[in-house]
């Protein structure tokens, strides 16, 4: 269980790892831009300011304005409805949008506050145009380790994660079989009415 709540939240930690400084841009290199987002992250996580109970709300806004900006969710909202996407209409894709973006905010600071010291070790980037992926790993206080892989490309010079890959397995994929599944049976409007009652289910590698 321990693993799991690991896996997703890592698998979350997507959304927050593309913090960019004037310096770095120059660069354009997303392991930079990945590293530097995760440490800012740890930052407000080890905070004296936004450490306890009654600081739950200032601390999770803090992590909210890291992922809102760094994010691609709109993008990755697209890629895990695939052929379904068509199927709703402009209002419908903006709903679900938020509800989709609402959904993963509220469960990565769900998960990310367990952050134990954990420890990110950076591996191979590749870049190809206007795409790139970025391999780290995970390592655990108990030695494990649990292979992450960002998938980004390039919007406007600011490198955006539109996919995780947690040991082969991709976050965008899984919720598009959660969400083929419902809409195989059910409607764009039922679709938006389950993710309002928050009935599906993160599920960033199968236990």
Do not use: C, H
């Amino acid at each position: 269980m321990q693993k799991r709540n690991i896996l997703i939240m890592v698998g979350l930690l997507a959304s927050s790892l593309l913090f960019l400084t004037p310096a770095r841009l120059l660069a354009g290199l997303p392991t930079e831009q990945v590293r530097q987002t995760a440490d800012r992250v740890q930052s407000v996580l080890q905070d004296s300011r936004f450490k306890g109970a009654d600081k739950q709300k200032e601390r999770r806004e803090q992590i909210r304005q890291i992922i809102s900006t760094r994010f691609d969710f709109p993008e990755m909202a697209k890629r895990s409805l695939g052929s379904y996407w068509q199927r709703g209409s402009s209002e419908e894709q903006q709903q679900f949008t938020k509800l989709f973006t609402e959904l993963l905010e509220r469960s990565y600071a769900d998960q990310i506050e367990s952050y134990d010291g954990e420890k990110i070790v950076y591996g191979r980037e590749n870049v190809s145009q206007n795409q790139a992926e970025v391999d780290t790993k995970i390592v655990t206080k108990k030695g494990e380790e649990i292979a992450v892989s960002y998938k980004l490309q390039n919007a406007s010079g600011d490198w955006k994660v539109y996919d995780v890959v947690i040991e082969n397995i991709s976050l965008v994929n899984n919720f598009r079989s959660q969400f083929n599944r419902i809409l195989a049976k059910a409607s764009f409007a039922e679709l938006l009415q389950k993710l309002q009652s928050k009935s599906v289910d993160i599920k960033a590698a199968r236990s």
